[in-house]
Each structure stands twice: as structure tokens, then as C-alpha cells.
């Protein structure tokens, strides 16, 4: 039984930062690309940030690149999301993601990943 924990959200002002922690039991976490996502109240979920089997192999929404980095430790089972310059639009759960098939590639879909965290609030204040 695979399972993700996401953790690290909390509340910020304008410019903070705060790192998002996922960590994976169950299967060894470099089994899987990983991925970011968030919903923010009144809004669909959107893809913010993805990472293959080779940390190299990253991907990040728009609206982030720049301010926030992916990292993953396959030694921890742990997924990172470093989140830099934060901005009140930024205020939303944040949901990591595993992908199980084809791995080596990332996907920005949601339906793409197979396994799901319960969630980080993550607030930002102006």
C-alpha cells in the first residue's frame, strides 16, 4: 500500500518562503516521477511543479518558475517543493502526486498520477 504525507504548509507574508515535504512508504519513492499540485478555494486543481526519475528531468508551471524548485532524496523517500518570493495567489492546498507509469517521463495531468497526499494548506498573506 502506497502512501504519500505531504507536510510544511503553514502561514506567510508576502515574499516568505516555506518548503512542502512529501514523503513516500510503501515502495521505494524513486519507483515513481512525482509531482505538485494545488487547489485554491473556488478553483480547480492546477499542475505547479513535477520531477522524473533522474532529478535532473524537471517541469514547473508558469506561474512558478523562478520561485520555486522540485528536489527529490530517493535515500529519504522524499519529495521537496521549495517555495520562494510567495505571493497571496499562491494561497492553496498543496496535494503531492506519484506517477507509476512510465515513470522516466513527468506529466502535468492529474489523472496521469496514481497515488495522492492529503494535502498542505499553504496561506499567504498580503
Known amino acids: 500500500q502506497v502512501q504519500l504525507v505531504d507536510s510544511g504548509g503553514g502561514l506567510v507574508q508576502t515574499g516568505g518562503s516555506l518548503r512542502l515535504s512529501c514523503a513516500t512508504s510503501?515502495?521505494?519513492?524513486?519507483?515513481?516521477?512525482m509531482g505538485w499540485f494545488r487547489r485554491a478555494p473556488g478553483k480547480d486543481r492546477e499542475f505547479v511543479a513535477a520531477v522524473g526519475l533522474s532529478a535532473r528531468n524537471t517541469y514547473y508551471a508558469d506561474s512558478v518558475k523562478g520561485r520555486f524548485t522540485i528536489s527529490r532524496d530517493n535515500a529519504k523517500n522524499t519529495v521537496y517543493l521549495q517555495m520562494n518570493s510567495l505571493k497571496p495567489e499562491d494561497t492553496a492546498v498543496y496535494y503531492c502526486a506519484a506517477k507509476s507509469v512510465a515513470p522516466r517521463y513527468i506529466s502535468t495531468t492529474p489523472r496521469s498520477y496514481d497515488y495522492w497526499g492529503q494535502g498542505t494548506q499553504v496561506t499567504v498573506s498580503s
Open positions: 510503501g515502495r521505494t519513492s524513486s519507483s515513481f516521477a
